[in-house]
């Protein structure tokens, strides 16, 4: 592989040039069109604190619980005393911190179980008439009572 500053030929496996020390890792990379892509501080960022993780409804359980602890400690510790001091405030933030989060997590975790498996839908009811209980005969029709009248006519004038 040649080195892309200096042209000196070098093996194919050289991370670095001899000759002038360039990085020669991502050269095939480069040939081949798949570089990859540089990672924002935003993607660092989120990937520090945890989110790029699929919501889980575990930890989002576990998360609501300890937050319901927080606050069942700030109570107890506002009971017994008769005043509330600057201790007791700031078991406020952990409470409503981790409730919050437990509770967005445990919403996530169920659209996501939502989105992979659909609820069965159930065929919407039909209003239809009940069926009749009497038998309805069907009229004559117009061409069998003109046919009967004939014959009779034809009938009578034979007699006649």
Not at 35 to 50: A, I, T, V, W, Y
Not at 115 to 123: D, E, G, K, L, V
Not at 134 to 160: A, C, G, I, Q, Y
Request: proline letters at 8%; charged letters at 25%.
């Amino acid at each position: 592989m040649y080195c892309p500053r200096c042209a000196t030929q070098n093996i194919d496996s050289a991370r670095y040039c001899r000759s002038c020390g360039a990085h020669l890792s991502l050269v095939p990379q480069a040939l081949t069109g798949e570089l990859p892509q540089p990672e924002s501080r935003r993607d660092r960022r989120d990937r520090r604190r945890g989110r790029d993780r699929e919501p889980d409804l575990t930890r989002g359980i576990r998360k609501t619980s300890m937050g319901l602890a927080f606050m069942a400690i700030l109570i107890a510790l506002v009971l017994t005393r008769h005043s509330i001091g600057m201790g007791e405030i700031w078991f406020v933030i952990p409470a409503f911190m981790f409730l919050g989060k437990g509770i967005a997590e445990i919403v996530s975790a169920r659209a996501a179980q939502r989105a992979i498996n659909p609820p069965p839908q159930q065929a919407p009811e039909t209003h239809r008439f009940p069926a009749a209980s009497f038998v309805v005969d069907e009229p004559p029709s117009v061409t069998e009572n003109t046919t009967r009248r004939l014959e009779h006519d034809r009938t009578n004038e034979k007699t006649m």
